[in-house]
C-alpha cells in the first residue's frame, strides 16, 4: 500500500531564516505526483508546491522550493526567508499517475511554528 | 469567483440522528472527495467520486453515505452508525486529468450534543 510519512509533528523556525520540512513516502510504481499544501489556522487548504516524479528539476514558488530525491523516495520541503504568514500545518500529498483512480494519499502533517 | 462551497460551518449532532454536509463546487470539477480530519491523524479519505452518478468508499467510510447526482455536488451524510463523528470535514474537487491539485472547501466541523 502507498503511504505518505512526515516524521516531524511539530518544527519551529525564527524569522527570515530557512526551514525543511521533511516527507518520505512508499509506492512501487514509477509515475506519480508529489504535492505540499498549506492548513493556516483558518483550516483552508492551500496548494503549495507541486512536482512530477518523472521530472529530475525540482520545482520552486518563490521562497518554497523542494528537494525531490526519487530513488530514497524523499519529498522535502524547504521555505526560505520564512515569514510569520508562514506559520501552519503543512501537508505532503502523493498521488498516483496510472493506478486508475484519482485517490490522493496525504501524511499527518508538522506544525510550522514561526518565531518573531 | 470559482471555488468550493461547503456548509453548514458548523454542525451539532444528537445521539441517533443522521446529518448531511453540503458541498457545491462551481468549477466544472469532474473528481470530488470528502476527507476527515482528525488532530495528529492528517485527512483520511471517506468517499470520493469520478463522475456524475458513481463514487467509491475511501479509508473509512463506514458509518457515511454519499450521493452524486448532479457534477456540482456531493453531499456527504454522517449516519447514526458513526459512533465518533466528531471531526473537521473537508471537501475537495479536482480537474480528470493527472497532476491535477485538490481544490478545498473550508470545513465543516461536525460535533456530538
Known amino acids: 500500500a502507498q503511504t505518505v510519512t512526515q516524521s516531524q509533528p511539530e518544527m519551529s523556525v525564527q524569522e527570515a531564516e530557512t526551514v525543511t520540512l521533511s516527507c518520505t513516502y512508499d509506492?512501487?510504481?514509477?509515475?506519480?505526483?508529489l504535492f505540499w499544501y498549506k492548513q493556516p489556522p483558518s483550516r483552508q487548504m492551500i496548494l503549495v508546491i507541486r512536482q512530477e516524479a518523472y521530472k529530475q528539476q525540482n520545482a520552486t514558488e518563490n521562497r518554497f522550493s523542494v528537494n525531490f530525491q526519487k530513488a530514497a523516495k524523499s519529498f522535502s520541503l524547504k521555505i526560505s526567508d520564512s515569514q510569520l504568514g508562514d506559520a501552519a500545518m503543512y501537508f505532503c500529498a502523493y498521488r498516483p499517475l496510472l493506478s486508475g483512480t484519482y485517490k490522493y494519499i496525504f501524511g499527518t502533517g508538522t506544525r510550522l511554528k514561526v518565531l518573531a | 469567483d470559482g471555488g468550493i462551497t461547503q456548509s453548514p460551518k458548523y454542525l451539532f449532532r444528537k445521539e441517533g440522528q443522521n446529518v448531511t454536509l453540503s458541498c457545491e463546487q462551481n468549477l466544472n470539477h469532474d473528481a470530488m472527495y470528502w476527507y476527515r480530519q482528525d488532530p495528529g491523524q492528517g485527512l483520511r479519505l471517506i468517499y470520493y467520486?469520478?463522475?456524475?452518478?458513481?463514487?467509491q468508499k475511501g479509508d473509512i467510510a463506514e458509518g457515511y453515505s454519499v450521493s452524486r447526482e448532479k457534477k456540482e455536488s456531493f453531499p456527504l451524510t454522517v449516519t447514526s452508525a458513526q459512533k465518533n463523528p466528531t471531526a473537521f470535514y473537508l471537501c475537495?474537487?479536482?480537474?480528470?486529468?493527472?497532476?491535477?491539485?485538490?481544490?478545498f472547501g473550508d470545513g465543516t466541523r461536525l460535533s456530538i450534543l
Open positions: 509506492t512501487s510504481e514509477s509515475d506519480y505526483y
Open positions: 475537495a474537487s479536482s480537474i480528470d486529468r493527472a497532476g491535477q491539485p485538490q481544490h
Open positions: 467520486s469520478q463522475i456524475v452518478n458513481d463514487f
